[in-house]
C-alpha cells in the first residue's frame, strides 16, 4: 500500500512540473516553435492529427507541453520496437524499412582525420 501512495505522489509531482512548464503558444509561436510552415501546421490542424484551441472562436492556440507530447509520440524507433514486439518484425535492425520509408542514418562515410 505504501508504495502504491508514494507512486501517486511522484505522478502528482510529475504533472505538477509539467503544468509549470506549459504555456499557451499563438499560432505563430508554434510555428516557430515546430519549424512547420504555417500551410503545414494548418493542414495538422484541420485533420485533427494535433490538438488546439480556439477561446475566441477565431484565433488558434496550443499548449507547448501537447506539441512536446505529440512529436515524441511519433517516434520511427517507439513504432518500429513495437512492430518487433508484436512479431511483425524479426530485428528493428536486421529488416529492412518498409517500402516508402527512409532511414534517418546517412549512407556517407566519414572521412579519416
Not at 68 to 74: G, H, L, R
Amino acid at each position: 500500500m505504501k508504495q502504491k501512495q508514494i507512486l501517486e505522489k511522484l505522478n502528482k509531482l510529475e504533472n505538477l512540473f509539467k503544468k509549470k512548464d506549459d504555456r499557451p503558444l499563438s499560432f505563430k509561436e508554434a510555428v516557430a516553435y515546430l519549424g512547420f510552415k504555417p500551410s503545414y501546421l494548418y493542414k495538422l490542424t484541420h485533420r485533427k492529427l494535433i490538438k488546439y484551441y480556439k477561446p475566441s472562436g477565431k484565433m488558434l492556440f496550443f499548449s507547448k507541453n501537447e506539441l512536446d507530447e505529440w512529436i515524441f509520440s511519433k517516434s520511427k524507433v517507439a513504432s518500429r520496437k513495437l512492430q518487433v514486439a508484436s512479431g511483425k518484425l524479426k530485428s528493428p535492425h536486421l529488416d529492412p524499412l518498409p517500402k516508402g520509408e527512409e532511414s534517418d542514418i546517412d549512407d556517407e562515410e566519414e572521412e579519416p582525420p
